[in-house]
């Protein structure tokens, strides 16, 4: 069982005047995989907000997903804010997320998510759109077990599935 924290990085959802769409988005897609959705909040572009607050509930969930602030924009402040309480980075997992998007739009790129560990929980930055933290997330759910089975020490490896058996 996966315990899964949902974060949303909005000035404007805190503030009232934007509803919080991507929020809801992940824990649904979070529920429909069969995790619990332990924590779920909204906070403003603030890095030491954010930073704390990945810092508490980490200790409690094996997933964190933030949503929003991972831009170009003066006030996105998320990956600088994850990366300060990270233990070890995956940057794999953003370069992925990323790739993906570009299906979609050439934007993805502007992305700067990040993705890491803290003790035994994943922490992975979305963007703030639904649209794109659902592909985001679409792109790396299937390593997400795998990581969460990695982190809390099982360790044996199984056979190679049909894509890693190629490369051997």
Known sequence: MIRAAVLTIS??????TR??????????LCESQGWTVVHRQ???DEAVQISAAVAEWSPRCELILTTGGTGVATRDVTPEATKAVLEKELPGLGEIMRTAGLKYTRRAVLSRAVAGTRGQC?????PGSPKGARQSMDAILDLVPH?????AGNTAHSEAGPDESKRR
């Open 42 to 44: 909204a906070l403003p």
């Open 19 to 28: 509803e919080d769409l991507s929020g809801p988005e992940l824990a649904g």
């Open 11 to 16: 000035d404007s959802t805190c503030a009232g």
């Open 147 to 151: 990581i969460v089975e990695l982190l």
């Open 122 to 126: 994943l922490i992975v930055n979305l």
